[in-house]
Each structure stands twice: as structure tokens, then as C-alpha cells.
């Protein structure tokens, strides 16, 4: 199947503390992926994209995500997340042999003071 | 503002109506793509364009709907005889090139309610 999985629907941590936002592609989505993130009552907002190149790979607003074909993985991380960090956010890919992306289902994250 | 608008912001409208949406993507973009977003779901393709021309449909995309970009500018997304299973977020997105990978500059939504 073509696909993208986020495998948490809500992850909810403390200002300050770091996160991950876990990602898995199937082997029928190309390499090309992308984080996206939405907040309340905006459009979607590009963060990050692999294209080629380095595996680690660095965003707006102190995210970066890493790379990993063996593992099918493109998880998000921040090392220290604040209060405005709270939003949804999505993982993309772009579909082989296609011009579109798919999505994941997206993941809530809430930051706790 | 130079981005995507996307015009009504919200519609509510009674089953068997149609209802027409706007689109209009950043100037020099030359494609875009529609999108349906549903509660709790990332967003689905529905279609997109490259100039004028509409090169790819989505299954989802039944009969029911139409969308057209006369001049490469602005697009309209039309739903016939609406169901209730037509609710949900409706989002637009515009990039330039002819490659997938560009980044695509997405509209905030227009969000459809059909009672």
C-alpha cells in the first residue's frame, strides 16, 4: 500500500523537554519527504524536507528530522519544545511515479507548562 | 498578502445543495492542488493542475464533483447535490515547476458542513 504512518495520534510533553514524532513510509513512496504543521485555524506550514543528500536534516523553529531508508523512518525531533510548538502536525511523501503527496494521519502535540 | 486564500472560509449548507469554492494560489505558481481534510485525518488528494490543464483525479473525487481553472489563476471546486459525507475541510495548495517535490504553499481551508 501507498502509505505514510505517524504512529502517535497525540503525543502531549512539557515545555522545555524534547520530543519525537515518529514517521514510517512504505516502500512505495519515494524518498522525498516532508513534515508539515498546522495551527489552529491556519493552512498547513512546510517545517522540513529530505529531497537527497544528508540523512539529518534541519527546519524551521529548531526541528530537524533524520533520515532512514532501512528502517522506512523520517521521524521529527526538537530538542526543547515550547508553548508555541503546540499544533498538528503531518508527514508527507510524495508518491512514486506520481506528482502528489500523501499523508500521514497527523499527530497532535500539546505542550504542558 | 502574497499567499494562498481560499474563499468562503466556511460554508454550511443543507444535503442536496451545491456549493462552490475559490482558490486563489500564489501568482506565480503555475500548479495546484485540492485537498479534503476529514477530523483527526491527515489531508487526501483530490486533484491538481498544472496551468490550466487538470492532470490527475483522485478516485475520491466522484462524479459529484468538478473542479476547473479557467486561465491558470484561480480555481473553483464545485460539489453537486450534497452529502453529508461531504463535510469536512476543503484545503488548496499552489506551488511553482513541474516537479512534486517543490514545496507546496497551502490556503488556511475552507470547511464545508452539510446538514
Known amino acids: 500500500a501507498q502509505s505514510v504512518t505517524q504512529l502517535d495520534s497525540q503525543v502531549p510533553v512539557f515545555e522545555e523537554a524534547p520530543v519525537e514524532l515518529r514517521c514510517n513510509y512504505s516502500s512505495s513512496v519515494s524518498v522525498y519527504l516532508f513534515w508539515y504543521v498546522q495551527y489552529p485555524n491556519q493552512g498547513l506550514q512546510l517545517l522540513l524536507k529530505y529531497l537527497s543528500g544528508s540523512t539529518l536534516v534541519k527546519g524551521i523553529n529548531g526541528f530537524e528530522a533524520e533520515f532512514n531508508k532501512s528502517q522506512t523512518s523520517f521521524h521529527l525531533r526538537k530538542p526543547s519544545v515550547h508553548i508555541s510548538d503546540t499544533a498538528e502536525y503531518f508527514c508527507a511523501g510524495l508518491i512514486q511515479g506520481a506528482q502528489k503527496l500523501v499523508f500521514g494521519q497527523g499527530t497532535r502535540l500539546t505542550i504542558n507548562p | 498578502d502574497t499567499g494562498v486564500s481560499q474563499d468562503p472560509r466556511h460554508k454550511i449548507t443543507k444535503r442536496g445543495q451545491n456549493v462552490t469554492f475559490r482558490c486563489d494560489p500564489i501568482s506565480e505558481h503555475n500548479r495546484l492542488y485540492w485537498y479534503r481534510q476529514t477530523l483527526g485525518q491527515g489531508p487526501e488528494f483530490l486533484t491538481y493542475?498544472?496551468?490550466?490543464?487538470?492532470?490527475?483525479k483522485s478516485r475520491l473525487l466522484s462524479d459529484r464533483f468538478s473542479a476547473e481553472r479557467p486561465k491558470g489563476s484561480f480555481s473553483t471546486l464545485e460539489i453537486q447535490r450534497t452529502e453529508q459525507g461531504d463535510s469536512a475541510m476543503y484545503l488548496c495548495a499552489s506551488t511553482s515547476g513541474a516537479s512534486g517535490y517543490n514545496e507546496q504553499f497551502f490556503g488556511p481551508g475552507t470547511r464545508l458542513t452539510v446538514l
Open positions: 493542475f498544472q496551468n490550466e490543464a487538470q492532470l490527475e
